[in-house]
Structure formats: structure tokens, C-alpha cells
């Protein structure tokens, strides 16, 4: 069963007392809250654990309609101020990744004008029933009650393409932060080392190439001359560039494909047979056969990849 988190804080204070309580509990426990929240203490309530609820604070009435209108109609709608919304939207029956939660929480708060420095998954909004003790809000020496308005408890019904929207973004920023990473580590490769795994050697060969051809160059070109020049090398098996390739090479554009791991596969099946490849080699005699069929080939050029095809 779903339990909650239910917290107890002072009107000038900033320390939060928390309970973990089930639903049936929590009913147990009114008189309690009645008692604390009569004494000056606000009471805020959220779903323990992972949950598919957001919650967006900080509402206008108007920005309810709007959510409505767009497919975002919340779970729960509460007033926790004279004219001032929490909405629960829920977007999901099962619980949703913190990323993508923390996002869809900070996207809807900056589409419907709500409060962005409350956004994020671990938010906590006002339990309805109980006053809310700013003192800023005392009227005629009463402090206005947060009320529950609309709550049908249902998942948005614009929630399944936001969610899908959201990931795709999420996915793109997650494949610049690990190109920016992999160009980095190209831009950083040391000049000489002696002892060079075909890793080192791609991102050397990389740094020569980006520096000549300027930034905008083309790095499926790049993959294939280190590739080819690797393999006619004779220093590494087909399986050392597929291992370069896959966690060197900085082209890993969205929707590739099998990802980055079958394209490194693919780029170093293609050039360990590659005509030019093979041309390299022809009339080596048996040793090259033998060893080529032990996937290496004998030690053979130092020459530098081009992107000439």
C-alpha cells in the first residue's frame, strides 16, 4: 500500500517533522495535526517514495484552465492560499525516474507560471483541511484554511507524449554532454606515448585531424580513416578498433541504429574488410593468411589516416 510523507513545521521556522504514515493512519492522526496546527504549525503532505505525481505551486486560477484545456487537468486541485493553487498532476500510475520527473516538475512550473524553486519531485504541498499560518495571510485574526477543490485522481491525459517529449530531450542532452566529454579527451591526448592501445592511437589520430580540418569536421569520415589506418596498421584485432571506436568516437547522434555499440561494430567489421584494407595485404604469403585468421595482421605502416576517399 502507498504511504506518505506528512510534515509539521513552525510559521517562522524552517525545520520540517516528519511522519511516514499509511492513508489510514494518517485519518488517525487528525486530531494531532488539528492540535499542532492550532499551535502555529503548517502541515504539508507527499507521496513517500517514487510516484508519477507533480506537483506545480503557486497557481493562478487561470492557469488551471489553461492546464485543463491543454490536457494536464490535475489529480487533485488545492487552495492553499486565498486565490493561490497547488495542482497534483499525475502523470503516470507508476513511479517515474528522478530525472525525468525533476524535468517534467520544472517544465510545467515555467509553462503555467508556477513557482520554479519548489519544482521537483520531492515537493511538498499543503494538506487541505488545515490552516495555513503565514502571518502575512491573518485576517480578522483568523488564518485562512487550505481547501481541496477538484480531484478526480486521474493520469492526465496529455501525460503519455509530455513524457515521451521529455525523454527524448533528456536522451539528447545525455549524447552532447558525452560528445563534449569524448571531445575533450580527443583535444587532451598526449602527443607521444610508447606503449599505445588502439584507444590512445584514435584519439591522437582524432586531435591531428580536428585540428586540421577545424571543428566542424565530419567524424563518420574520421572513424573511418582512423579505422582503416588501424587496420592496416597490424598492431590491432578488429575487436581493439571496435573497442576504440566505441568509447572514443564523439559520433553518437540520436537515433543511431543499435548506438553507439553497433555503429563501433559495424565502422570496424566494415574496415577490417575493406577493400583498401584488404588491397594492403594482398600477396603477404601464408603468415599474413595466419594471422589475419587469428583476427591480427603483421606489424605494417606508421603512415597517419586521411579523410580522402
Known amino acids: 500500500m502507498a504511504r506518505l510523507e506528512v510534515a509539521l513545521r513552525e510559521a517562522q521556522g524552517r525545520e520540517l517533522v516528519k511522519r511516514s504514515w499509511s492513508a489510514q493512519e494518517l ?3 487528525v486530531a494531532w495535526l488539528k492540535r499542532m496546527n492550532a499551535r502555529g504549525h503548517d502541515v504539508f503532505i507527499r507521496p513517500e517514495g517514487g510516484h508519477g505525481l ?3 505551486d503557486g497557481l493562478q486560477r487561470e492557469a488551471l484552465a489553461r492546464m485543463a484545456k491543454e490536457g494536464f487537468t490535475p489529480a487533485a486541485t488545492i487552495e492553499a492560499g486565498p486565490g493561490h493553487f497547488q495542482a497534483w498532476v499525475k502523470l503516470s500510475e507508476g513511479p517515474l525516474p528522478a530525472e525525468v520527473h525533476d524535468q517534467a516538475a520544472r517544465t510545467l512550473a515555467r509553462h503555467y507560471g508556477g513557482t520554479l524553486e519548489k519544482a521537483s519531485s520531492r515537493s511538498w504541498g499543503r494538506l487541505a483541511g488545515f490552516t495555513h499560518q503565514a502571518p502575512a495571510l491573518r485576517k480578522e485574526d483568523r488564518q485562512p484554511y487550505v481547501l481541496a477543490h477538484e480531484s478526480p485522481g486521474r493520469v492526465a491525459a ?3 507524449a509530455f513524457l515521451q517529449h ?3 530531450g533528456l536522451e539528447r542532452q ?3 554532454q558525452e560528445r563534449a566529454a569524448r571531445l575533450e579527451a580527443i583535444r587532451a591526448a598526449p602527443d607521444h606515448v610508447w606503449q599505445r592501445d588502439a584507444l590512445t592511437v584514435y584519439r591522437q589520430q582524432a586531435q591531428q585531424l580536428l585540428a586540421r580540418h577545424g571543428p566542424a569536421v565530419d567524424f563518420e569520415r574520421v572513424d573511418w580513416a582512423i579505422a582503416t589506418h588501424l587496420a592496416k596498421s597490424g598492431r590491432y584485432s578488429r575487436q581493439e578498433i571496435e573497442r576504440a571506436l566505441h568509447e572514443g568516437s564523439p559520433h553518437i ?3 543511431q541504429p543499435g548506438g553507439i555499440e553497433g555503429y563501433a561494430r559495424r565502422t570496424a567489421a566494415q574496415a577490417w574488410n575493406a577493400p583498401e584494407v584488404l588491397a594492403h595485404w594482398q ?3 601464408r603468415e599474413i593468411q595466419r594471422q589475419r585468421e587469428l583476427g ?8 597517419g589516416p586521411s579523410l580522402g576517399r
Do not use: D, I, K, T
Open 27 to 29: 485519518e488517525q492522526s
Open 54 to 56: 507533480v506537483l506545480v
Open 158 to 160: 496529455a501525460a503519455p
Open 166 to 168: 521529455l525523454a527524448e
Open 174 to 176: 545525455r549524447e552532447q
Open 253 to 255: 547522434e540520436h537515433g
Open 283 to 285: 600477396g603477404r604469403g
Open 296 to 303: 591480427r595482421a603483421p606489424e605494417r605502416g606508421r603512415e
